[in-house]
C-alpha cells in the first residue's frame, strides 16, 4: 500500500520566517509527487515534482524532489500570515493511477 | 479556462436519510474525476474514480456510491446516511483523461449527519 508520511504535523513561526516542510513517500510506481496549499476549503495546487534534483520555484515558495532518499521538501521564505494553511503532499502511482495523499503539516504564521 | 462546481457547499442531514452531491467540470473533456472524503485531522481519503461515462472504481467499502451520467458530471449518493460519513467532501479532475496530471479540486461540500 502506497504511503505518504509528513513532519512536522504543526508548525508554528513568526513572520518573516523560512520554514521547511518534509514529505516522505513509499510507492510501488512513482510517477510525480505533488505540493498543495488548503486555507478553508480545497486544495490549491502548488507544485508537481517528476524529477530529482531539479527545484521548482514560484515567488517565496520553492520544493525539490530527491528520488533516491523517496522525500520533497517545500521551502517557504520570508513567511507572511497568508501562509497560514494546511500543506498537503501527495504521489501519484502510474500503476493503479492514484494518487495517495500525506495528512499535511498545519502551518500558522504568527505577525 | 477549466473550472469545477461542487454543491451544496453545506449539508445537514439526519442519520439515514439519502444524500447526492453534484460535481461537474468545465471547459474540459474527457476529465478523469475523483471523489475524496476529509476526516478532521485527516488526509484526503480516496472513495471513487472514473475514466469514462459510467465507469466507476470503488476504493473504500462503505454505503456511498458513484455514477458518472455525463462526461463532466460525477454524483456521489447515499440511500442512507451514517453519523461517520460526516466529512468534508471535494470532487477533483484532471484534465484530458491524463491521470498523471495534477488534480484540481472543487470547492467542497461540508456534511454534517446528525
Known amino acids: 500500500e502506497d504511503k505518504v508520511v509528513q513532519s512536522p504535523l504543526s508548525l508554528v513561526v513568526h513572520e518573516g520566517d523560512t520554514v521547511t516542510l518534509n514529505c516522505s513517500y513509499e510507492v510501488t510506481n512513482f510517477r510525480s509527487l505533488l505540493w498543495y496549499k488548503q486555507e478553508k476549503k480545497a486544495p490549491t495546487f502548488l507544485f508537481m515534482l517528476t524529477s530529482s534534483g531539479i527545484e521548482k520555484k514560484s515567488g517565496r515558495l520553492s520544493s525539490i524532489l530527491d528520488k533516491k532518499e523517496l522525500s520533497s521538501i517545500l521551502n517557504i521564505t520570508a513567511t507572511q500570515t497568508g501562509d497560514s494553511a494546511i500543506y498537503l503532499c501527495a504521489v501519484f502511482n502510474f500503476g493503479n493511477e492514484k494518487l495517495t495523499f500525506g495528512t499535511g503539516t498545519r502551518l500558522t504564521i504568527i505577525p | 479556462s477549466q473550472t469545477i462546481h461542487q454543491w451544496p457547499a453545506t449539508l445537514v442531514q439526519p442519520v439515514g436519510s439519502p444524500l447526492s452531491l453534484e460535481c461537474t467540470v468545465e471547459?474540459?473533456?474527457?476529465?478523469?474525476l475523483y471523489w475524496y472524503r476529509q476526516a478532521a485531522g485527516r488526509g484526503l481519503q480516496l472513495l471513487f474514480y472514473?475514466?469514462?461515462?459510467?465507469?466507476i472504481s470503488s476504493e473504500v467499502p462503505q454505503n456511498l456510491s458513484a455514477s458518472r451520467p455525463q462526461d463532466r458530471q460525477f454524483i456521489l449518493s447515499s440511500k442512507k446516511l451514517l453519523l461517520s460519513d460526516s466529512g468534508f467532501y471535494l470532487c477533483?479532475?484532471?484534465?484530458?483523461?491524463?491521470?498523471?496530471?495534477?488534480?484540481?479540486f472543487g470547492p467542497g461540500t461540508r456534511l454534517t449527519v446528525l
Open positions: 472514473s475514466v469514462g461515462i459510467g465507469q
Open positions: 477533483a479532475f484532471t484534465s484530458g483523461g491524463a491521470s498523471y496530471n495534477e488534480q484540481f
Open positions: 471547459g474540459t473533456s474527457n476529465p478523469n
